[in-house]
């Protein structure tokens, strides 16, 4: 399995971006995916996570209500858009998959992960 982020910039606070994460090598459809981000120093935390068909969401305190995670699984893809960034969201974005099991924010259930993108919010 390989899973490709992507839509990562710079931006300015208060503005959006959606990130994508391109899964190959395997059928998403029915499992759960997530995104982390990790910050210069900083231990990877949690961002989001969505199970199958999208019928359950899960997000960390400091993104729910700005961020939203969603899936296409004809397109094998899924996807965070992240509204009213903050510097503090300035991070190497992370996509990830769970082979079993339902939305989590452990890091440790996900077994394949990607390779990063890296978003920028300036003040």
């Known amino acids: 399995v390989q899973l490709q982020a992507y839509g990562g910039g710079l931006v300015q606070a208060g503005g959006s971006l959606r990130l994508s994460c391109a899964a190959s090598g395997r059928t998403i459809g029915v499992l759960t995916m997530g995104w982390f981000r990790q910050a210069p120093g900083a231990e990877r935390e949690f961002v989001a996570s969505?199970?199958?068909?999208?019928?359950?969401?899960l997000y960390g305190d400091s993104v729910k209500g700005r961020f939203t995670i969603s899936r296409d699984n004809g397109k094998n893809t899924v996807y965070l858009q992240m509204n009213n960034l903050k510097p503090e969201d300035t991070a190497i974005y992370y996509c990830a998959l769970r082979i079993y099991g339902a939305v989590t924010p452990t890091r440790n259930g996900y077994k394949y992960w990607g390779q990063g993108t890296q978003v920028t919010v300036s003040s």
């Open positions: 969505v199970g199958a068909i999208g019928s359950s969401t």
